[in-house]
């Protein structure tokens, strides 16, 4: 029996396959290289050598997907494939409820089909829009305020009213917060196309040398020093967090929504002085607009993950910052150098 994990070639994802395969499952990955690199699939397998099994496929090929439900014993799947960029998704937002609904609905189609009634999802964060208090609860009212955060908002209300049609389904719908950080060994990592939207991989690049300064979008907000404050999670705190996810869905039918942070909110400027402090290099800054859409602050109430995952985030924000300057020393340009290498 094999967990099917979508989008495994990418940043979560990846992260995931390797503490699945460390754990002794048996993994299937599918992802059509929209946002990855095949270097990422040729990563996980030499960080754990261990063997698993990918196709190159897109999730709204019905067909293609369905081959592989047919060929291998599917117990579970971890659905990671999407879109995830939040001011594409207002330029272009058909593509996004396209992409990240369409893909999900043939996903669910074909999982009925074959009775694989177990799924975690990938959720965000995001569907809590502008939160009325902190920490955020699970139950806190939901409004995404962009149409990638409401592609979430959406598959979400689509898995409940697929329980609630058919009781043989087991869900876990995880909310992550700010995941940053890379595996150990350096070989895996956050590999952003072209500029960064996301605080860390652009702080990473400014410490590199490939970008001049980080812009700190707004500097009068009412937090502690008057930048933003988020609950960034290191990505391999959030990957045992699927297991743990795992785990109770194999136990139990039904829906449960859980929050994955650490709890603790921190502002940029402290981001900025702790990487400055595991880089050893100084980040050059400047205080710029606030950036439209978003929020003063935003951190996880992790209570419900802890006592019902029994899973906490425990890796602080220290290594957080020296496992990311770790991947970003060891690969500048994330796997695109390679295929420069192959070029040469
Ligand atoms: P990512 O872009 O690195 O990974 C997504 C993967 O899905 C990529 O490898 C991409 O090629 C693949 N993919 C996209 N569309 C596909 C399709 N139609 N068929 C097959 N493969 C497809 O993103 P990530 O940061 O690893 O995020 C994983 C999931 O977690 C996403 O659903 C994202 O929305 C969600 N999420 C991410 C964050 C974050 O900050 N990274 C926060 C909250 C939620
Ligand atoms: C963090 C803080 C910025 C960049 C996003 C998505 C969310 C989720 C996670 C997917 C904020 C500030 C940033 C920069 C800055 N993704 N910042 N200069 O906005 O909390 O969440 O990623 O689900 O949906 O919206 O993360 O890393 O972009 O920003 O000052 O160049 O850093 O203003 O306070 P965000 P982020």
Redesign the pocket.
């Known amino acids: 029996m094999a967990i099917l994990i979508t989008g495994g070639a990418g940043y979560i994802g990846s992260h995931t396959a390797v503490e699945l395969l460390e754990a002794g499952y048996e993994i299937v990955i599918v992802d059509n290289f929209s946002n990855s690199h095949p270097e990422a699939i040729k990563r996980i397998g030499e960080i754990t050598n261990k063997p698993f099994i990918f196709y190159e496929l897109d999730l709204m090929d019905q067909e293609r997907l369905e081959e592989v439900f047919a060929r291998h014993s599917i117990e579970a799947v971890i659905h990671f494939a999407g879109l ?1 960029a ?1 001011g594409e998704s207002v330029q272009l937002p058909l593509k996004y409820y396209h992409t990240n609904i369409y893909s999900t609905l043939v996903l669910c189609e074909i999982m009925k089909k074959y009775e694989v009634f177990k799924l975690v999802f990938s959720s ?3 569907v809590y829009g502008c939160p009325e208090t902190v920490p955020i609860t699970e139950d806190s009212s939901l409004g995404a305020s962009n149409p ?2 409401r592609t ?1 908002q959406m598959i979400e209300e689509i898995l409940q009213d697929m329980a609630l049609s058919d009781p043989q389904w087991g869900i876990s719908i995880l909310r ?1 917060f ?1 995941p940053i950080g890379a595996h150990k060994s350096g070989r895996i990592g956050e590999n952003p196309s072209g500029i960064p ?4 991989p ?1 702080i990473s690049q400014v410490a590199v040398g490939k970008l001049e300064r ?5 500097c009068d907000y009412p937090t502690v020093d008057g ?4 609950d960034y999670i290191h990505v391999v705190d959030l990957a045992q967090g699927h297991i743990k996810a795992l785990e109770r869905i194999m136990q139990r039918k039904g829906v449960d929504v859980y929050n994955l942070g650490t709890g603790k909110g921190l502002s ?1 400027l402290e981001m900025i002085s702790t990487f400055e402090s595991a880089s050893g290099r100084r980040i050059p800054y400047a205080f710029a607009e606030r ?1 439209s859409g ?1 929020i003063a602050v ?1 951190y996880a109430d992790t209570l419900k993950a802890n006592r019902e995952l029994n899973w906490s985030a425990d890796r602080g924000i220290m290594e957080m910052c020296e496992d990311t300057w770790r991947w970003q020393c060891a690969n500048p340009n994330g796997y695109s150098e390679i295929e420069l290498e192959k070029a040469n």
């Open positions: 995830k939040v965000s964060a995001t990638y955060g979430k992550y700010n939207n996301n605080l860390m652009y980080l812009n700190v979008f707004g930048t933003g404050v988020r940029v950036r978003d935003c």
